[in-house]
Structures are given as C-alpha cells and as structure tokens.
C-alpha cells in the first residue's frame, strides 16, 4: 500500500472521481428491512403511489453506499483519516434503483489546523454521488479529520 | 394500526421521546464490512491508537440505527410519511461502542406546504440520539416529506 496522505499534502481544489457500486434489488431490500422498513423502501407495490414509482433505496443506504466507494478509493490513494464530525447540507437528489450504478466525485474544499488538537488537521469535502445516466443522486459536504505529518 | 398524521395535525414544537436500540459487536462489524471498512470501525486493535479508544461504530450505521427506531416508533403514531429530501448539520458527537444502548429525541422545528405539490408538506425536525448514559451521540436536522389531509 503507497503512503498515507497526511493533512499538509492534501490539496484544496483537488478533485478525485472514482466507484463502481452495482446497486442490487437484494441489497435494497436487505438494508431496508433493517433500518427502514417504509413501504417504498420494501416493494415496488409500496412504492407505486408515491414520487419514487418504484423499489428505491432507503436514503441512508445511498450515503452507506458512497461510504463503501470512499473507503475502496482510500486503498488506491489512502489518507490518514480519522472518521468525520459531520455532514452539511446533505441532499437526496433523485432516486436510486436496483439495477442502478452508482460513481462518485470529492472535491476538497478548504482545509485547516484543529485548534485544540495540532496533530490533526480538519476537511471540508464535497461528496456527489451519480447514477449511471450521469444524475446527481446524493450531495453532501463532509467534515473530516486527518492527521498532520507535524504537529 | 392507528389512522396516520397527515401535515394538518402535527404540532410545531412537539417532542417525542423513544426507542431503545442494542448495539451489538456483530452488527458494528458486519455494517463495517459492507459499508465502512476502516480499521476503527474493524477491531479494537485498529481503534486503540485512535480518539476511538476501541471498537466504534460507523456514523453510517449510528444514522441507519436511528432510522430503524424512527421507523419502529412510526408504527406507534403513524405519519403519511413520504420519506425525506435531506439532513442538515448532522454531527457524529461521541463514539458508538458494542453494548451501547440508543434511544432518540424527534422535535418538529417548523413545517410549510410545499409550494410545488400542495398535496404534500415539509417538516424541519431535529433528531438526537442517546446512548445509555444520556449522552447526545448524533444530532441532525432531517427535511421530511409528508402527505396534506387537504391539498
């Protein structure tokens, strides 16, 4: 594995796409029955009176999702992250769909030191996440910890 | 099943308060696996030089297990609920850890009709999750969707 990223590499304005997610009708219904049994998220039947048509996603299968493609990316160009604190402004764009594939673009935009902690340095990212028609599916801005190569 | 809220009966400034929700060592790993493969979310090990400490879960999954209580409570009091657009200032404020117990706090902020669809209404919420020690573990903001009695 290359050398983890640390805080004074990372570049604002960097943009990486990358992720190869096939959504799958199984998987829908196996997150759904866990954490988010609405009928929209359980059955085409369930979903066919309401804005999603048919089978959808639960929302936070598609952030699930994204993460999946996030931590595949990490292996190719790996940072020295430490989770997040949060997220900003996350947004459900359209529907995702057994049958979907889903992709992704960061964009890093800012970066600063923590202020009680040196060693740490703090991201603001902008996630999206797109369907296979190119469809902004899921945007959301991260805010991420990483280290610093110095304290 | 009770007749279910539609946007015409629900209170600005209603609280409610439910859930109880046994976080597991299992699911911590197998969300992980799936969705979030970090080595803080994988093993104590890979935690322990980490703010972590051990073992935590993913902020995925903390945010599907408030889902899934949500979803249990709706079946307590019903709301035509059409799923939601999107969350604002979620934050991951403390670990998750394996014998965690969550429960959570819904409190509707505002809501309006939709100036597009007048058959539906949107709800600003503020949810909050507890862990056993009545620590505020994630707190968000969600955008809901709910059906009107009369459009």
């Not at 943009?15 to 359980?42: C, M, S, W």
């Not at 085409?44 to 931590?71: I, K, N, Q």
């Not at 764009?93 to 740490?120: H, I, N, Q, W």
């Amino acid at each position: 594995m290359a050398e983890p990223l640390y805080y004074e590499d990372l570049e604002v304005g960097s943009i990486r796409r990358f992720g190869h997610y096939q959504v799958t009708r199984e998987e829908v219904l196996d997150f759904a029955r866990k954490y988010d049994a609405q009928p929209f998220h359980l059955s085409d039947e369930g979903a066919a009176a309401t804005h999603f048509g048919r089978l959808a996603a639960s929302g936070w299968h598609t952030c699930s999702m994204t993460m999946a493609m996030m931590v595949e990316h990490a292996a190719v160009e790996p940072r020295s992250s430490l989770g997040a604190l949060g997220i900003d402004e996350l947004r459900w764009l359209k529907p995702v769909y057994p049958g979907d594939v889903l992709s992704c673009e960061m964009a890093l935009l800012d970066k600063r030191r923590s202020r009680s902690k040196p060693g740490l340095g703090i991201l603001n990212l902008r996630m999206t996440t797109f369907n296979q028609h190119g469809e902004a599916v899921l945007a959301m801005k991260p805010i991420t910890l990483v280290r610093a190569r110095e304290s």
